[in-house]
T-cell receptor, first 113, second 114 residues
Framework: GDSVTQMEGPVTLSEEAFLTINCTYTATGYPSLFWYVQYPGEGLQLLLKATKADDKGSNKGFEATYRKETTSFHLEKGSVQVSDSAVYFCALSASNQGGKLIFGQGTELSVKP | EAGVVQSPRYKIIEKKQPVAFWCNPISGHNTLYWYLQNLGQGPELLIRYENEEAVDDSQLPKDRFSAERLKGVDSTLKIQPAELGDSAVYLC????????????FGQGTRLTVV
C-alpha cells in the first residue's frame, strides 16, 4: 500500500543553519504531497503542498520539490529560526482516496539560539 | 472564521469506561476526518465522512469504536469500553470537499486511559 518515510529525529540545529528533512514515498498513480507542521501544544497546520511532478511548494521560507523520478519531497529552509522548532510531517494523498492523508512518522526539529 | 473545534482537549479515564470526543468542522466543509495519532507517530485515518455518510471506515475498530455525524455537521467519536492501548491523540480534520488538496485540523483530544 501507499506509504511515506521520513528521516528520523530529533534534528538539532543552530539558528541560521540550513535545514533538510528527507521524505520519500511509495504510491501508485500520482499523489499530492504535503508538509504539515505541529508546533508545541497546537494542531497540525499545512506548511506547503505540491500536486504534480516538478511542482515546488513554498511557504515561510520553506520549500520542497515533488520529484517523481526519485519519489521524494524533501523539505528545505536556508536559515532556520528558533520559532521553527516543531514536529514536521510529510504526507501524501492519493488521487482516488477522497483526501485521505497518509503521514510519515514525523521529524522533531529543535533550533537553538 | 473559526477553525476546526474539538473538545475536550484532554481526557483521563479508567480502563473499561466509555469516552466520547466531539468535533465541529469549519462551516461549509462537507468532508470530515477522524485520525488517531499515537505518541511519536504520524496520524492514521480512522474514518472519513462525506456529509452524514461514513464513506471510509475500514480502519475503525468497530468492536469498541463508533462514530456519527448527524445532519452532516458536528461529529462524535466514541470508545466503549476504553483500553490502555487507546491512549493517544484523536484528531479531527475537515475539507471543503472530497479530494480537496487541503485539510484543516483541530487541536486534538489527548486521551489517557489508566
Amino acid at each position: 500500500g501507499d506509504s511515506v518515510t521520513q528521516m528520523e529525529g530529533p534534528v538539532t540545529l543552530s539558528e541560521e543553519a540550513f535545514l533538510t528533512i528527507n521524505c520519500t514515498y511509495t504510491a501508485t498513480g500520482y499523489p499530492s504531497l504535503f508538509w504539515y507542521v505541529q508546533y508545541p501544544g497546537e494542531g497540525l497546520q499545512l506548511l506547503l503542498k505540491a500536486t504534480k511532478a516538478d511542482d515546488k511548494g513554498s511557504n515561510k521560507g520553506f520549500e520542497a520539490t515533488y520529484r517523481k523520478e526519485t519519489t521524494s519531497f524533501h523539505l528545505e529552509k536556508g536559515s532556520v529560526q528558533v520559532s521553527d522548532s516543531a514536529v514536521y510531517f510529510c504526507a501524501l494523498s492519493a488521487s482516488n482516496q477522497g483526501g485521505k492523508l497518509i503521514f510519515g512518522q514525523g521529524t522533531e526539529l529543535s533550533v537553538k539560539p | 472564521e473559526a477553525g476546526v473545534v474539538q473538545s475536550p482537549r484532554y481526557k483521563i479515564i479508567e480502563k473499561k469506561q466509555p469516552v466520547a470526543f466531539w468535533c465541529n468542522p469549519i462551516s461549509g466543509h462537507n468532508t470530515l476526518y477522524w485520525y488517531l495519532q499515537n505518541l511519536g507517530q504520524g496520524p492514521e485515518l480512522l474514518i472519513r465522512y462525506e456529509n452524514e455518510e461514513a464513506v471510509d471506515d475500514s480502519q475503525l475498530p468497530k468492536d469498541r469504536f463508533s462514530a456519527e455525524r448527524l445532519k452532516g455537521v458536528d461529529s462524535t467519536l466514541k470508545i466503549q469500553p476504553a483500553e490502555l492501548g487507546d491512549s493517544a491523540v484523536y484528531l479531527c480534520a475537515s475539507s471543503a470537499r472530497s479530494g480537496a488538496t487541503e485539510a484543516f485540523f483541530g487541536q486534538g483530544t489527548r486521551l489517557t486511559v489508566v
